[in-house]
């Protein structure tokens, strides 16, 4: 059986076990005639010991208007947030600090996060979690 033909690659970050078929996922899959209620049912089913994290989802969409989706680790920001106890960033990056964030809270995130991000090293990791956490607002020690 030849593999099926790619048509596009959809990313959307959706709360964890409680997507719904209003935005951004209706629309996202509806222009590719998807049938939104069948990822969305799977999506919760497979996030649902997650709930309360933002998950993302690489959906792949085939020609035959079938698709399957993978899902990663929540955003580098979302778990800075979590770790630190944080609601939001600052919203004035540089000037306001939203917290405080040490070498050893980035490298654990950073070994969390490994597989999602583009490094070698927990070094490599860490240093782009403080740079997330620089632009967010956060001071990085």
């Known amino acids: 059986m030849p ?20 935005p951004p996922v209706g629309p996202a899959l ?3 005639g998807l049938p939104i209620m069948d990822f969305v049912r799977a999506y919760n089913d497979k996030t649902a010991k997650q709930k309360g ?14 698709f ?9 920001a979302e778990m800075i947030k979590k770790k630190l106890g944080l609601e939001k960033g600052s919203g004035k990056a540089g000037r306001e600090q939203a917290g405080m964030l040490t070498r050893q809270i980035a490298e654990e995130i950073g070994k969390e996060k490994m597989a999602d ?5 927990v070094e490599a990791a860490a240093k782009i979690v403080m740079g997330t956490a620089r632009s967010m607002g956060i001071k990085v020690e």
């Open 117 to 121: 991000l583009n490094c070698d090293t």
């Open 68 to 76: 399957s989706f993978i899902t990663k680790l929540p955003p580098v």
């Open 53 to 66: 994290q933002i998950i993302p989802a690489v959906i792949t969409v085939y020609t035959d208007r079938t």
């Open 3 to 22: 593999a099926k033909k790619v048509k596009t690659v959809i990313k959307l970050n959706l709360p964890a076990g409680t997507a719904t078929p209003a």
């Open 30 to 32: 509806g222009q590719h």
